[in-house]
């Protein structure tokens, strides 16, 4: 199952190498040789294009099996989703999940607040965004997390609980395989924002 990526692979190829602010949250761009995935605006040299696949998400990228870069922080770009048509029932889905409606209730209460069945929301999304409503949540949960973890000096429990793990042992798991790091490893290797 492809995302659906309506930028032109050309286009984002041009963003990429030039590193062009304009993109930075329209694509992400993962690279094959290193397991990594960056933002258009990554300060790391650039990739050689036979070794790059876009993605029109991080959460797609993550299913992908790539890791977020450390230097240009996924995490902190911009919510830009050009992947969609405005007001789609899909960016709605995207909104509720990043705000944690799945971190309080399950998929079948946030696709009732929708108007749609599970079913339905588990199709949409995985066409829209590349990755199951599951999937985007536990990528948003990660986000929050490593910001809280760069911008914060919050003990790890509270880090966990804010960004809405169920639990720091869940948090520590989900961490080991997003990032192949624990999140004190992590935080001792704060890179500057972009
Ligand atoms: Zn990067």
New binding site residues.
């Given amino acids: 199952m492809a995302p659906t990526l309506t930028l032109d692979p050309r286009e984002c190829e041009r963003a990429r190498t030039q590193r062009d602010r304009r993109y930075d949250g329209l694509f992400f761009s993962g690279v094959r040789t290193t397991g990594?995935y960056?933002?258009p605006v990554?300060p790391?040299r650039p990739a050689k294009a036979r070794n790059v696949t876009f993605f029109a998400t991080a959460a797609a990228a993550e299913v992908a099996g790539y890791r977020p870069?450390l230097?240009?922080r996924p995490e902190a770009a911009p919510f830009s989703p050009a992947w969609l048509g405005s007001r789609t029932t899909a960016q709605k889905a995207m909104r509720l999940i990043r705000g944690g409606a799945l971190d309080r209730a399950g998929v079948n209460a946030l696709a009732a607040r929708l108007g749609i069945g599970p079913r339905h929301l588990d199709r949409l999304l995985r066409k829209h965004v590349g990755a199951s409503p599951s999937q985007v949540a536990r990528t948003a949960r990660v986000q929050r997390a490593k910001r809280l973890l760069d911008e914060t000096a919050l003990p790890m429990t509270e880090v966990a609980a804010r960004a809405g793990f169920a639990s720091l042992r869940r948090f520590n798991a989900v961490f080991a395989e997003i990032y192949g790091r624990t999140p004190s490893a992590l935080r001792r290797l704060r890179f500057k924002p972009v």
């Fill in positions: 990594i960056c933002r990554c790391v870069c230097r240009c």
